[in-house]
Every structure is written in structure tokens, then in C-alpha cells.
Nanobody, 114 residues
Framework: QVQLMESGGGSVQPGGSLTLSCVAS????????MSWYRQTPGEGRELIAQ????????DYADSVKGRFRIARNNGKNTLYLEMSNPEPEDTAVYFC???????WGRGIQVTVAS
């Protein structure tokens, strides 16, 4: 059974930093590309970052480029999202996803506020 479990969310001040983690199980993590999405109330899920299976290729939405960094540790079956200089507009529920499959984490809330 595939499971994706996010952690590390919570409240952060603008200009601070926060790192989200997503622990994967039930599939061969090192063989799958992974992504981070986010969603705000009333909106669809926004793809914000992707990473190839070996971590050599990454891609970012313009809204987070230069501030967020996606990374992975295949030895720990873990995906990361390093959030630097977050803004109030980054407040959302963040989800990890296994690319090309309908496998999602449950999501975790991130709130950016003073």
C-alpha cells in the first residue's frame, strides 16, 4: 500500500524559513519522480515543484522560484520542500505526490503570518 506522509508544517513569519518533509512507503521511491502541490480554499491544486527520481532535475512554478527548493533523500525515502522567505500568499495546504500516479499525501497546513 502506497503511503505519503507530510510533516513539518505550521506557522512561520514572513522572511523566515520552514522545511516540509514527505516520507514515502509502499513503492520503490528512487524510481519515481515526485512533486509538491499546494491548495488554498476555493482554488485547485497548484503544482509548485518537481524533482526527478535521482534528484538531478528540478522544476519550479514562477510563484516560488528562487525562494523554495525541492530535494530528496532516496536512502531515507523522503522528499523535502525548503521554504525560504515565505510570504503570506504562500499560506496553503501543501501536498506531496508521486508523479504519474494518483498517489497523494493527506496534506499539511502552512500559515505565513506576522
Amino acid at each position: 500500500q502506497v503511503q505519503l506522509m507530510e510533516s513539518g508544517g505550521g506557522s512561520v513569519q514572513p522572511g523566515g524559513s520552514l522545511t516540509l518533509s514527505c516520507v514515502a512507503s509502499g513503492f520503490t521511491f528512487r524510481e519515481s519522480g515526485m512533486s509538491w502541490y499546494r491548495q488554498t480554499p476555493g482554488e485547485g491544486r497548484e503544482l509548485i515543484a518537481q524533482i526527478g527520481n535521482l534528484g538531478m532535475h528540478t522544476d519550479y512554478a514562477d510563484s516560488v522560484k528562487g525562494r523554495f527548493r525541492i530535494a530528496r533523500n532516496n536512502g531515507k525515502n523522503t522528499l523535502y520542500l525548503e521554504m525560504s522567505n515565505p510570504e503570506p500568499e504562500d499560506t496553503a495546504v501543501y501536498f506531496c505526490r508521486r508523479n504519474r500516479y494518483p498517489h497523494w499525501g493527506r496534506g499539511i497546513q502552512v500559515t505565513v503570518a506576522s
